[in-house]
């Protein structure tokens, strides 16, 4: 891991500020969407925390950054969760709050890194009450960072003591240059790719590059909206049928085609520049929108909703992707 953070520069000048100032706060909350690197700040603010150089930003070549770097600093603690994202409180929670009295092994501060929280759903309470009683009051050498996507999963009392700091999307320039340092190897053309298909969230441009779920569900919905620019029917039923059998690929794709189908409403009415920065595919969109009414557009996007929903209904997939496919090729008619 690299201790760099990309974009952010409100958060990065927020930790500075806080370092050099010793006023480091001892409670976090970090949320924003999956991919936006949550993770990632955090081990930034406990690398900046206990880097020895002490200037608000981790240098990279103390002892402190390195373990950082290599996962193996014994006084940075990541908190697991079970395969099912839930915080096991006697096995996880419990734990940290033991051994939160216990001093740091050689830093300033002992750091414990709790992630997804909002996917502890069976404990999200649970595990707020009893962090509580250390976020109230933590001993002198004590830092808890958290982090949610969203801030709304946090009781009250954990709010109005902590520091919330939101993580945002990247410029297209950063994207790329964290995808030219971070995937040496890649293709230009690959890097444009998955610039163009992750929008900003770094998480995604890393997955449509390291071929994982998401660069199947993009070339779906980039795969529905050729279809249908193209008025094949069979097109638009080939890219569908990509995700049978296969429920979350087929939910992801339908989603990002429902972004692809919004973008084009979006240019229909005028919004052609600025606006149009969220869907995978900007040249399909734009091209729907030359093609359809902004009324076609809106129904395409309904529909693919729809087909989320089914999804989420547990719905019988080939059927949902049938009906979809169907609706949407309707609509160019
Ligand atoms: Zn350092």
């Keep these: 891991m690299q201790l760099k953070v990309y ?25 924003g969407d999956s991919g936006l690197g949550k993770k990632h700040l955090a081990s930034y603010i406990a690398a900046s925390y206990l880097c020895s150089e002490h200037n608000g930003q981790p240098c990279g070549v103390c002892k402190s950054c390195r373990m950082i770097m290599h996962g193996t600093h014994p006084d940075v603690i990541y908190v697991r969760a079970n395969p099912n994202g839930n915080y096991i409180i006697d096995e996880s929670i419990r734990p940290i709050v033991a051994d939160s009295a216990v001093m740091p092994n050689e830093s300033r501060y002992k750091v414990y890194i709790i992630p997804d929280i909002d996917r502890s759903v069976n404990t999200i309470i649970a595990v707020q009450n009893i962090l509580l009683k250390l976020i109230e009051e933590p001993p002198e050498h004590v830092v808890v960072i958290m982090t949610a996507r969203s801030k ?43 610039v163009q298909a992750g929008r900003g969230n770094i998480g995604r ?21 050729d ?11 080939k890219a569908v049928f990509a995700a ?11 989603e990002l085609f429902s972004e692809i189908a919004r973008d084009a409403a979006s240019c229909c009415v005028g919004n052609s520049e600025r606006e149009l920065s969220v869907s995978c595919y900007e040249q399909g969109a734009r091209r ?13 996007y309904d529909t693919a909703l729809d087909c989320v929903g089914r999804i989420d209904a547990n719905c019988n997939l080939s059927l949902t992707l049938s009906y979809f496919a169907a609706k949407l090729s309707q609509v160019v008619k």
């Excluded at 441009?205 to 909206?225: K, M, P, S, T």
């Excluded at 729907?288 to 395409?300: D, K, P």
């Design 7 to 31: 974009g952010n520069r409100e958060a990065v000048e927020l930790v500075r500020r806080m370092v050099v100032k010793d006023r480091e706060q001892r409670s976090i909350i970090i949320h």
């Design 244 to 254: 049978d059998g296969k429920k979350q690929l087929a939910r992801q794709a339908a």
């Design 227 to 237: 279809g249908l620019l193209t008025g094949s029917e069979y097109g638009v039923l």
């Design 152 to 194: 709304e999963v946090f009781l009250q009392t954990i709010i109005s003591r902590t520091l919330s700091v939101g993580v945002s999307a990247v410029s297209e320039q950063e994207s790329i240059e964290y995808l030219t340092e971070n995937f040496p190897q890649a293709a230009q053309q690959d890097i444009d790719s998955a």
């Design 288 to 300: 729907l929108s030359a093609m359809l009414s902004s009324a076609g557009c809106s129904r395409l």
């Design 205 to 225: 441009c890393r997955q449509y590059l390291e071929n994982g779920g998401f660069h199947d569900a993009v070339d779906i919905a980039r795969g529905i909206c």
